[in-house]
Nanobody
Framework: VQLQASGGGLVQAGGSLRLSCEAS????????MGWFRRAPGKEREFVGC???????YYADSVKGRFAISRDNTKSTSYLQMNILKPDDTAVYYC??????????????????WGQGTQVTVSS
C-alpha cells in the first residue's frame, strides 16, 4: 500500500493550494481518509477527515477554510486549502483507515500514511 501526497509549495497569505493524496494497493472506496500536519517545532495535529460513506470533519483551526473531497475512480483524496495563513505552514500528511468510525479517530488507528508534502505560507 502506498499513499503519495503532492501539491505542496510556497504561497502567500490569503492564497490557496490543493493537496492530493493518491492511493495504491488498497480499495480506496473502502477507506476513510485523514489529513494531518506537523508545523516546525510542534507535534503532528489533526486537520480533517472524511468518511468513505460521505461526510467531512475538520479541526476548528481550519473549519470554513479547508475542504476534503475524494475521487474514488482515481483513488485520490484532496485537501483544498483556502485563505491560507502563515500558521498553516507545515508538512501535510494524508492517512487512511478502514474502521467503521471516522470522526475523532486516534492517529494510531490510521493504518497507512503518506510521506508528507511541505506547505509554506509567507506573510
Amino acid at each position: 500500500v502506498q499513499l503519495q501526497a503532492s501539491g505542496g509549495g510556497l504561497v502567500q497569505a490569503g492564497g490557496s493550494l490543493r493537496l492530493s493524496c493518491e492511493a495504491s494497493g488498497l480499495t480506496f472506496s473502502s477507506y476513510n481518509m485523514g489529513w494531518f500536519r506537523r508545523a516546525p517545532g510542534k507535534e503532528r495535529e489533526f486537520v480533517g477527515c472524511d468518511s468513505r460513506n460521505g461526510g467531512e470533519y475538520y479541526a476548528d483551526s481550519v473549519k470554513g477554510r479547508f475542504a476534503i473531497s475524494r475521487d474514488n475512480t482515481k483513488s485520490t483524496s484532496y485537501l483544498q486549502m483556502n485563505i491560507l495563513k502563515p500558521d498553516d505552514t507545515a508538512v501535510y500528511y494524508c492517512a487512511a483507515h478502514g474502521d467503521r468510525r471516522w470522526k475523532r479517530i486516534p492517529e494510531s488507528d490510521y493504518e497507512f500514511w503518506g510521506q508528507g508534502t511541505q506547505v509554506t505560507v509567507s506573510s
